[in-house]
């Protein structure tokens, strides 16, 4: 047994032959971090800033009641002030972290300092970090920890080789993120995945489609149909891959990578397809990758094959063993343990060490598209002074003017915009950040309206906000050519109550919304 903890947690009997690999995968990964970091720079104080729309110091002093484990429920740097200033410096510290991690400074200590910041935002931001995609990254920040080698300039970082049992665990991740969605699409009983008839409308229907989806849109519907099975397929068949000889391993890289190019052209789904197309990478060794980089750069080091490193466990060193063997060992149960229960729902596992970890999202459970959105709804904020003409708010980035052609923003994540198109699919009620953005906006708030492309009551606030709802549609080809449509759309009516200022710094309610929620779902 001692012999199999050596060889998959200590670096010194590392692998040696995945030293390209790492040095890739820790430059694209420093880049997604700089992604999530610089998207929030311009967008954190209006989402949770102390007068954004779900405020992060009003969020954490609801938990103060729970005593210490307040720490362990919400692990964020705002316990020590949570104001706009801790905040802003929080995505700063991050955002410059990355950056060193790409270029290849120091990265143990900045793949710490990314994780504690991402963590410390995605722990106090309520609704505005509900997405997969932010576990995802956690997952692999925490997991590249044990990977990262030592010194202030690595280089190949020949020296400490990464331990077997990370970079398995960073393709565990790979593997569950294809692997559980197939299944929960399978699962779902969403007759659209049994019949191939997802993608039909899948490309006009997601958070925010692009102008290629649209061209992709109008294809035949064998087309759709392709897509679709071959999607399950991937999912479910093609990505077993990873775990046969490295032939099988190399073809799964390029098959997989081809894919997630076109997801990201068609579809904007933040860093989600770039984490996943980087963590790919480590499907890849040095025998496949040192012909593409010059000899002068890496015969020194990459050839270090045989070098091997001291065999002793004493003192310190057995130490520096066990503290990576328990916590990756931990990672390894709590994701195998919920992919079990997808096939063995009554298996007899402990669920605690999986519920310890979940505030933390470094071991989570993965399942995208398990239901396919069958109608488009957009949630539209509008001002007036009289009560009778409305002015709209203008978005930045999700659909609102027929004639604007879609964009591609990805890996940048408008996270304002991607929770009105899932609050859009539900009765306001359950999505506080509509009635909660209504009353900033009475307020003109600075923050808030940020978040949006401009504000059409600079002078003065309205006396009256209301949130509508439209159904939208790709346009056809015949409309785009002749009246320069991209979109066509219906106003279904008013999604939550008007509002308008009342006594007392609080707000009345004007006007019942016309609708309960979107008419069809």
């Known amino acids: 047994?001692?012999?199999?903890?050596?060889?998959?947690?200590?670096?010194?009997?590392?692998?040696?032959?995945?030293?390209?690999?790492?040095?890739?995968?820790?430059?694209?990964?420093?880049?997604?971090?700089?992604?999530?970091?610089?998207?929030?720079?311009?967008?954190?104080?209006?989402?949770?800033?102390?007068q954004g729309v779900l405020p992060a110091n009003e969020f954490l002093d609801h938990l103060r009641s729970l005593g210490a484990i307040?720490?362990?429920?919400?692990?964020?740097?705002?316990?020590?002030?949570?104001?706009?200033?801790?905040?802003?410096?929080?995505?700063?510290?991050?955002?410059?972290?990355s950056l060193l991690l790409t270029a290849n400074l120091w990265p143990r200590a900045t793949l710490i300092l990314c994780f504690l910041c991402f963590l410390s935002f995605v722990a106090a931001a309520q609704d505005f970090s509900g997405y997969q995609s932010d576990g995802m990254l956690l997952e692999a920040g925490f997991l590249s920890l044990f990977l990262a080698p030592k010194g202030l300039l690595p280089g190949w970082g020949a020296n400490s080789p990464p331990p077997r049992a990370a970079i398995f665990l960073l393709l565990w991740e790979w593997f569950r993120i294809y692997f559980q969605s197939g299944v929960v699409k399978l699962e779902s009983g969403d007759p659209t995945w049994r019949n191939l008839t997802a993608m039909y409308e899948y490309y006009q229907n997601g958070p925010l489609p692009t102008w290629i989806g649209w061209y992709l849109q109008h294809l035949p519907h064998w087309f759709h149909i392709a897509t679709?099975?071959?999607?399950?397929?991937?999912?479910?068949?093609?990505?077993?891959?990873?775990?046969?000889?490295?032939?099988?391993?190399?073809?799964?890289?390029?098959?997989?990578?081809?894919?997630?190019?076109?997801?990201?052209?068609?579809?904007?789904?933040?860093?989600?397809n770039y984490l996943v197309l980087v963590l790919a990478v480590l499907l890849l060794d040095d025998t496949f990758l040192r012909r593409f980089v010059p000899t002068r750069f890496h015969l020194h080091e990459v050839a270090l094959d045989s070098v091997s490193g001291n065999t002793n466990l004493p003192g310190l060193h057995l130490l520096r063993l066990t503290l990576i063997a328990i916590p990756l060992t931990w990672i390894a149960y709590a994701t195998t343990v919920p992919l079990i229960h997808m096939f063995w729902s009554a298996a007899p596992l402990p669920e605690q060490p999986i519920a310890a970890l979940e505030p933390f999202r470094i071991a989570n459970r993965y399942g995208l598209f398990a239901v396919m959105t069958p109608h488009r709804y957009e949630i539209e904020f509008q001002g007036s002074n009289d009560g009778e003409t409305w002015t709209a708010y203008p978005f930045r980035y999700k659909p609102q003017d027929v004639k604007s052609r879609p964009g591609i923003y990805a890996p940048y994540q408008p996270r304002f915009d991607w929770n009105l198109w899932f609050a859009s699919l539900g009765a306001w009620q359950q999505n506080d950040i509509v009635p909660l953005t209504e009353e900033r906006l009475l307020d003109n708030d600075r923050d808030v309206l940020g978040l949006f492309a401009g504000n059409p009551f600079s002078n003065s606030p309205p006396k009256y906000v209301r949130a509508v709802l439209w159904q939208y549609w790709f346009s056809t080809p015949e409309e785009k050519h002749s009246q320069g449509l991209w979109w066509r759309r219906e106003y279904l009516g008013t999604y939550a109550p008007t509002i308008t200022p009342a006594p007392g710094g609080r707000f009345g309610m004007v006007a019942e919304p016309t609708l309960e929620g979107p008419p069809e779902l």
């Open 228 to 272: 679709a099975g071959l999607t399950l397929f991937m999912e479910l068949v093609l990505v077993w891959m990873a775990f046969l000889p490295r032939r099988f391993r190399i073809v799964c890289f390029f098959v997989v990578t081809a894919w997630q190019i076109g997801v990201i052209a068609t579809a904007n789904y933040a860093f989600l």
């Open 1 to 50: 047994m001692p012999n199999v903890i050596r060889y998959l947690f200590d670096s010194e009997q590392g692998a040696r032959n995945h030293l390209i690999a790492r040095w890739l995968f820790f430059r694209a990964l420093g880049l997604i971090y700089f992604s999530a970091f610089f998207a929030l720079l311009f967008q954190v104080r209006g989402l949770i800033g102390t």
């Open 70 to 97: 307040r720490f362990w429920y919400a692990p964020t740097l705002l316990w020590l002030s949570p104001t706009n200033h801790l905040l802003m410096a929080v995505c700063w510290a991050g955002a410059i972290a």
